[in-house]
């Protein structure tokens, strides 16, 4: 009888400890996905943030070529500019006052143009709130035609409900 108690306490014990290391196994591989998904995720965050430098790495340099263009060209075109007004050669003394004042002169009017004849200043805009401008502004209102119409519209309802009444009665 022993050994069949024994037998049994064995096989019942197999059972157990393999139902047990089985139970301990899943709740193992259930931390280590959490892990898992929680190192994907920072890794994710890490290489979004890594892109987002690299956008603005790139949009900086793009600025700074832009900007170099104009710097280049800009010298190009004055130094394109005297290169041809040192080929004209010289003339008369009231001849060379004249060229010699009509870059200037030019720059003073298309400068001053603006400002006498009327265009508005452009001034930057200010925002007197931190709140969007659209919820400070009152909601619009029905005008006076929309509101006489309605009025009117109510009253010919009205009538014909009261028409509809008396010929039922």
Do not use: C
């Not at 170099?68 to 003394?93: C, N, P, R, T």
């Not at 006076?144 to 009538?159: D, T, Y």
């Amino acid at each position: 009888m022993d050994e069949i108690i024994g037998m049994s306490a064995s096989a019942a014990g197999g059972g157990l400890f393999g139902l047990l290391g089985t139970t301990l196994g899943r709740v193992a591989g259930f931390f280590e996905k959490r892990q898992s998904i929680a190192h994907e995720e920072r890794r994710w965050q890490h290489e979004t943030t890594l892109v987002e430098l690299q956008q603005k790495t790139a949009m900086q340099a793009a600025k700074t070529a832009l900007d170099q263009a104009h710097v280049d060209g800009s010298w190009d075109g004055l130094s394109a500019s005297l290169a041809a007004q040192a080929a004209i050669g010289e003339s008369y003394k009231w001849v060379n006052a004249i060229r010699s004042l009509t870059r200037p002169s030019l720059t003073l009017l298309l400068w001053g143009l603006p400002r006498s004849s009327g265009f508005p200043r452009i001034q930057p805009r200010r925002q007197t709130s931190w709140r969007p401008q659209h919820l400070l502004r009152p909601p619009p209102r029905f005008g006076g035609l929309a509101i006489a119409l309605q009025r009117r519209f109510v009253r010919h309802e009205k009538g014909r409900l009261s028409a509809a009444l008396t010929q039922s009665i």
